[in-house]
């Protein structure tokens, strides 16, 4: 639902309580270094925070599992990024990558997340840790 997401081609493939997996496949408008046709930084910054919100809303939805979908829902309106920490410890070169987010800790005021931004070789490229405001 959110267009920033569908125009960088982030494609969810899983949705858990605690774990949210996605895709998301190189194109020539992600390059962020043209002779070395490597993802540019802001993409996986983006994406993994992406990643996290989606995990915490995951991990909302589970928790009140005895509300009506409206109310659930409704919860999601208050979340937001108030941290966010990213380690790029590889450059993101591939044809297409991987992503992996977890709820580390879910709050009544602040949840903590933990996400992976890996190569199609499953190799570690970059690391994310946030915090989101859900109250």
């Given amino acids: 639902m959110i267009v920033f997401n569908q125009v960088i081609g982030l494609k969810i493939t899983s949705i858990k309580a605690d774990r949210v997996t996605g895709s998301i496949a190189m194109r020539r408008e992600l390059v962020g270094h043209y ?8 993409v996986i910054s983006a994406r ?7 995990a915490v809303m995951a991990a909302i939805g589970a928790r ?10 409704a919860r ?18 591939g044809d297409h990558f991987d ?9 009544s005021r602040v949840a903590t997340t933990r996400m992976e931004f890996l190569g ?4 570690l ?3 994310g840790a946030a915090a989101y405001i859900v109250s």
């Fill in 64 to 73: 009140h599992m005895n509300e009506a979908p409206e109310q659930r829902i």
């Fill in 99 to 107: 992503l992996r987010a977890e709820v580390l800790r879910l709050g």
């Fill in 125 to 127: 490229l970059s690391t």
């Fill in 76 to 93: 999601f309106g208050k979340l937001g990024t108030i941290d966010l920490r990213i380690d790029y410890l590889r450059p993101g070169i």
């Fill in 35 to 42: 002779s070395h046709n490597r993802i540019h930084g802001g």
């Fill in 120 to 123: 199609a070789d499953g190799k």
């Fill in 48 to 54: 993994l925070d992406a990643m996290g919100g989606l």
